[in-house]
């Protein structure tokens, strides 16, 4: 517990954004992290973290659905897996960023310091 307290205080990496009771079950939410827009996504009790412009049309993601595993662009229709970014349908061919994401009881984290991909 204590590691993960330390974690979390750590400056300019973990970074509160919301409650967890403030997310909808598999609907997108659009939030800003020093001035990086960022896509969150509950899932059961685990939460999604992306980047919130697609990165074939750069508009918001999170203006997009949720749907078998992933987020979709309202635009185009381009879909990026909630896990890995990795787009799973064009005209997007480029990956979204995916950061870290820890649930410490209602608080949700983020970590922009370290995208799990580099989309």
Known sequence: MSQARDLLT??????????????????????????????????????HALH????????ALSEGEVSRGGIECWLHGSCFDLRTGAPSSLPATEPVNVYPVHVAGDDVYVDLSSPKNQG
Do not use: N
């Open 10 to 47: 750590e400056p300019g990496q973990w970074q509160r954004v919301c409650s967890l009771t403030e997310l909808d079950q598999g609907k997108p939410a659009g939030f800003e992290i020093d001035d990086t827009p960022v896509v969150l996504v509950r899932d059961g009790e685990q939460v």
């Open 52 to 59: 919130d412009v697609c990165t074939h049309a750069e508009v």
